[in-house]
Protein backbone atom coordinates (compact mmCIF):
# COMPACT_ATOMS: atom_id res chain seq x y z
CA UNK A 1 0.00 0.00 0.00
CA UNK A 2 1.75 3.38 -1.47
CA UNK A 3 0.95 6.38 0.64
CA UNK A 4 2.62 9.80 0.58
CA UNK A 5 3.56 12.42 3.51
CA UNK A 6 4.94 15.60 3.58
CA UNK A 7 8.73 16.08 4.19
CA UNK A 8 9.82 17.37 7.28
CA UNK A 9 13.00 20.23 7.89
CA UNK A 10 14.81 17.33 9.61
CA UNK A 11 14.73 14.72 6.86
CA UNK A 12 16.24 17.49 4.36
CA UNK A 13 20.01 15.43 4.56
CA UNK A 14 18.35 12.05 4.20
CA UNK A 15 15.89 12.86 1.11
CA UNK A 16 19.87 14.47 -0.51
CA UNK A 17 21.01 11.03 0.10
CA UNK A 18 18.73 9.39 -1.81
CA UNK A 19 18.54 11.92 -4.70
CA UNK A 20 22.63 12.35 -5.00
CA UNK A 21 24.41 9.36 -3.34
CA UNK A 22 22.55 6.26 -3.62
CA UNK A 23 22.87 3.32 -6.25
CA UNK A 24 20.34 5.38 -8.51
CA UNK A 25 22.22 8.42 -8.74
CA UNK A 26 24.24 7.27 -11.76
CA UNK A 27 20.19 6.85 -13.73
CA UNK A 28 20.29 10.26 -14.17
CA UNK A 29 23.04 12.84 -12.80
CA UNK A 30 27.27 12.23 -12.45
CA UNK A 31 29.70 9.64 -13.45
CA UNK A 32 29.87 7.26 -15.80
CA UNK A 33 26.40 8.40 -17.94
CA UNK A 34 25.59 12.10 -16.82
CA UNK A 35 29.08 13.62 -16.72
CA UNK A 36 27.64 16.98 -17.98
CA UNK A 37 24.92 16.86 -15.10
CA UNK A 38 27.55 16.68 -12.08
CA UNK A 39 26.36 15.37 -8.40
CA UNK A 40 25.56 18.51 -6.63
CA UNK A 41 27.45 18.81 -3.51
CA UNK A 42 25.42 19.59 -0.20
CA UNK A 43 25.84 23.02 0.30
CA UNK A 44 24.11 23.15 -3.81
CA UNK A 45 21.26 20.78 -2.68
CA UNK A 46 21.11 23.31 -0.18
CA UNK A 47 20.46 26.53 -2.46
CA UNK A 48 18.07 24.38 -5.17
CA UNK A 49 15.97 22.90 -2.61
CA UNK A 50 15.34 25.93 -0.26
CA UNK A 51 13.42 24.96 3.57
CA UNK A 52 9.66 26.06 1.58
CA UNK A 53 10.26 22.26 0.09
CA UNK A 54 10.27 21.12 3.94
CA UNK A 55 7.68 23.06 5.41
CA UNK A 56 4.48 21.94 4.81
CA UNK A 57 2.63 24.86 5.36
CA UNK A 58 4.19 26.50 2.11
CA UNK A 59 3.47 23.68 -0.07
CA UNK A 60 2.03 26.60 -2.58
CA UNK A 61 5.50 26.73 -3.49
CA UNK A 62 6.40 23.24 -3.61
CA UNK A 63 6.79 20.29 -1.36
CA UNK A 64 8.99 16.94 -1.27
CA UNK A 65 6.90 14.16 0.01
CA UNK A 66 8.29 10.98 1.29
CA UNK A 67 6.76 7.78 -0.65
CA UNK A 68 5.79 5.04 1.83
CA UNK A 69 5.14 1.36 0.63
CA UNK A 70 3.24 -0.58 3.44
CA UNK A 71 4.84 2.20 6.03
CA UNK A 72 8.71 1.83 5.06
CA UNK A 73 10.14 4.48 3.00
CA UNK A 74 11.10 3.83 -0.63
CA UNK A 75 11.79 7.38 -2.13
CA UNK A 76 10.97 10.87 -2.56
CA UNK A 77 8.20 12.76 -4.73
CA UNK A 78 8.34 16.24 -5.32
CA UNK A 79 6.08 18.92 -6.86
CA UNK A 80 7.26 23.14 -7.09
CA UNK A 81 5.15 25.87 -8.05
CA UNK A 82 6.89 28.63 -7.38
CA UNK A 83 8.32 29.41 -11.17
CA UNK A 84 5.06 28.32 -12.86
CA UNK A 85 2.04 29.93 -14.19
CA UNK A 86 -1.20 29.27 -11.46
CA UNK A 87 -2.98 25.97 -12.43
CA UNK A 88 0.70 23.88 -13.55
CA UNK A 89 3.11 22.28 -10.91
CA UNK A 90 6.32 20.54 -12.13
CA UNK A 91 6.78 17.17 -10.57
CA UNK A 92 10.28 15.32 -10.21
CA UNK A 93 10.81 11.94 -8.17
CA UNK A 94 13.40 9.29 -7.53
CA UNK A 95 13.84 6.25 -5.66
CA UNK A 96 15.46 5.76 -2.15
CA UNK A 97 17.78 2.74 -4.06
CA UNK A 98 17.80 0.17 -6.74
CA UNK A 99 15.66 -1.91 -4.63
CA UNK A 100 12.89 0.01 -4.84
CA UNK A 101 12.92 0.45 -8.34
CA UNK A 102 10.81 -1.59 -10.99
CA UNK A 103 7.94 -2.28 -8.29
CA UNK A 104 5.27 0.70 -9.80
CA UNK A 105 5.99 2.47 -6.45
CA UNK A 106 6.77 5.62 -8.50
CA UNK A 107 3.62 4.96 -11.09
CA UNK A 108 1.37 5.08 -8.00
CA UNK A 109 3.06 7.85 -6.30
CA UNK A 110 3.10 10.28 -9.38
CA UNK A 111 -0.98 9.57 -9.89
CA UNK A 112 -1.47 9.96 -5.89
CA UNK A 113 0.77 13.28 -5.98
CA UNK A 114 -1.27 14.42 -8.82
CA UNK A 115 -4.45 13.66 -7.43
CA UNK A 116 -3.51 15.53 -4.25
CA UNK A 117 -2.36 18.65 -6.02
CA UNK A 118 -5.74 18.89 -8.14
CA UNK A 119 -7.41 18.89 -4.88
CA UNK A 120 -5.26 20.68 -2.62
CA UNK A 121 -4.01 23.40 -4.93
CA UNK A 122 -6.29 23.32 -7.79
CA UNK A 123 -3.29 22.37 -9.96
CA UNK A 124 -4.62 21.03 -13.57
CA UNK A 125 -1.12 21.22 -15.81
CA UNK A 126 1.53 19.01 -14.55
CA UNK A 127 4.79 18.93 -16.75
CA UNK A 128 7.78 16.82 -15.46
CA UNK A 129 11.38 16.76 -17.24
CA UNK A 130 13.70 14.00 -17.25
CA UNK A 131 16.72 13.25 -19.13
CA UNK A 132 16.26 12.16 -22.71
CA UNK A 133 19.03 9.06 -22.12
CA UNK A 134 16.98 7.97 -18.84
CA UNK A 135 14.72 5.33 -20.43
CA UNK A 136 13.56 3.63 -17.92
CA UNK A 137 12.33 7.13 -16.05
CA UNK A 138 10.34 8.47 -19.57
CA UNK A 139 8.55 4.97 -19.64
CA UNK A 140 7.27 5.09 -15.82
CA UNK A 141 6.16 8.65 -16.71
CA UNK A 142 4.10 7.37 -19.79
CA UNK A 143 2.82 4.34 -17.49
CA UNK A 144 1.63 7.73 -15.13
CA UNK A 145 -0.20 9.11 -18.24
CA UNK A 146 2.81 11.66 -19.18
CA UNK A 147 3.18 12.25 -22.59
CA UNK A 148 5.90 13.66 -24.50
CA UNK A 149 5.96 17.49 -26.02
CA UNK A 150 7.36 18.03 -29.37
CA UNK A 151 7.23 21.88 -29.19
CA UNK A 152 9.36 22.18 -26.14
CA UNK A 153 9.99 26.22 -26.17
CA UNK A 154 6.41 27.03 -27.31
CA UNK A 155 5.04 24.81 -24.19
CA UNK A 156 7.56 26.34 -21.68
CA UNK A 157 6.65 29.51 -22.75
CA UNK A 158 3.09 29.62 -23.39
CA UNK A 159 1.85 26.71 -21.51
CA UNK A 160 3.69 26.30 -18.09
CA UNK A 161 6.20 28.50 -17.17
CA UNK A 162 5.91 32.01 -15.69
CA UNK A 163 7.60 34.82 -18.10
CA UNK A 164 10.28 35.73 -14.88
CA UNK A 165 11.68 32.23 -14.50
CA UNK A 166 11.62 31.57 -18.60
CA UNK A 167 15.06 31.91 -18.99
CA UNK A 168 16.16 30.53 -15.86
CA UNK A 169 14.28 26.56 -16.18
CA UNK A 170 13.34 27.15 -19.63
CA UNK A 171 15.46 24.33 -20.74
CA UNK A 172 15.49 21.59 -17.97
CA UNK A 173 18.03 20.36 -15.88
CA UNK A 174 19.98 18.74 -19.25
CA UNK A 175 19.29 21.75 -21.85
CA UNK A 176 16.75 21.92 -24.25
CA UNK A 177 18.06 18.76 -26.61
CA UNK A 178 18.61 16.67 -23.88
CA UNK A 179 15.57 17.20 -21.71
CA UNK A 180 12.65 14.84 -22.18
CA UNK A 181 9.84 17.31 -21.43
CA UNK A 182 6.36 15.35 -20.65
CA UNK A 183 2.85 17.01 -19.72
CA UNK A 184 -0.44 16.05 -18.16
CA UNK A 185 -3.71 18.01 -17.84
CA UNK A 186 -6.43 17.11 -15.83
Not at 100 to 115: P, S, V
Not at 153 to 168: I, Q
Amino acid sequence: MISLRYSTIGEKRKVYEWLCLSDTTPTFMGDPYFPDHPIPTWEEYLDDFEDFYFIEDEKEKGSVMIIENDGEEVGCVCHSSFHLKQECAELDIWMKSEACCGKGFGTTALKMLIEHLQVELRKTKFIIRPAERNIRAVKAYEKAGFRRVVNKEATHKEYYLSDDYLNKYGEGDYGSESTATMTIEI
